[in-house]
């Protein structure tokens, strides 16, 4: 009995799943973008399996192609797309979702709908925004660092996350859980072409040093509920950050005198603490943090203790103001990004079910406490770097 079950088991391995399907039967899609078009969605998926199966492929010769469909809905467009590829789309590995300007601003609800219910896709892909430039024009842009258009733009949002302060991550999963819970709203990472479409999509764009046209991460787009509202500022989403504790590495330029400092962060961090207080709403934002100095322009003495003191002022005065601008964004387009009352929500919720109908169009209204306390650690060289050389 038990060789007979042992022997069903192999017969069950070795035949394979029931639905097995070979991949070059399948357009692998890399990248998606969602535009309108005559009040239509314009879908575009970018192929990574494009290039025909031949030995003789000539250098530079593009391994991608971007295919669109229009329909009303975006499944409609997807089923257009597939009258003009020759193979059935492969939705499980894609990087990237673009969402134009247009359609983010009349609201993305439809197309969260879809990528929900939708089996075939998986929904941890990188979620952006395309300022002023067509959604599906952003996935021909040829890069000479990586294979295609897409993985370029999802490479970036990641290094740039973790160096810069104005970058986050925003898959779809996490932009679903925000959108669907009270008191937070999303903050999603722009795009947009630098130069020409028709030059970064030809194959001209990768046999140069320095390419006419490419792909640039932009500050951030504010939302209310699912639809676009605002653009943000570098210094606004530099703050959002800050506040939002989305903080792994910033670098801050401060005026000093005559001249200026760059500092770099070593480590930052934010504490938002809700409080109630004669049935008004109070936030106590903490911002604290560690730097270095790594450029120095102007006659400026780092051997003093004073000079350093009021370099460190400086930059906590910087840090707060640029919260203060990001606060201020939020109140005027009455858009909570912070989920400020999702911790209303969490920490007084008989009160924040009191307020939260009208919740963000009292944002103005809460008592915000900023404080920030930033400390220069700068005991590697407490001399310009000249001064150095010069004192050898």
Known sequence: M???????LIMFCVTGCWNYRELNEYSIVTGIAVDKKDNEYEVSVL??????????????????????GKGNSVFEA?????????????????????????VARDG???????FLRYSSSRNKFSVI???GDKAKDTLKILTHLTNFPSQGISDNIKATSNLQGTITTMNFDELTSIILRDGINPVINSVYIVGDVKDGSSTKNLETSSPKSYVKIGNFAIFKGDKLVDWA?????????????????????????????????????????????????IVDIDLNGEARIIEVNGDINLQDSKVIEKLQDKCNKLIKSNAKKAINLAIKNKTDIFGFGLNFYENHPK????????????????????????????????????????DK
């Open 47 to 68: 192929i990574s399996n494009a290039p025909k199966s031949s030995s003789d492929n000539t250098s530079g010769e593009s391994q991608i192609v971007v295919y669109s």
């Open 351 to 390: 009160f924040f079910e009191k307020v939260k109908d009208e919740w963000e169009n009292n944002l103005g209204e809460i008592k915000i406490n900023i404080k920030s306390k930033l400390v220069l650690k700068n005991k590697v060289s407490s001399k310009n770097s000249l001064e150095v050389i010069h």
């Open 2 to 8: 038990k060789k007979v079950i042992i022997s069903l």
């Open 78 to 102: 997807l089923k257009d797309i597939g009258l003009i590829s020759p193979k059935e789309l492969y939705l499980n590995s894609f990087s990237i979702f673009v969402i134009s300007e247009d």
């Open 129 to 131: 925004v395309s300022k």
């Open 233 to 281: 500022t570098h210094d606004e989403s530099l703050g959002i950050n800050m506040i939002n504790g989305k903080i792994s590495e910033m670098y801050l330029n401060v005026d000093y005198n005559d001249g200026y400092i760059v500092i770099d962060t070593t480590s930052f961090s934010s504490t938002v603490k809700t409080s109630v207080k004669d049935n008004k709403p």
């Open 108 to 114: 993305i609800d439809s197309i969260i709908d879809f």
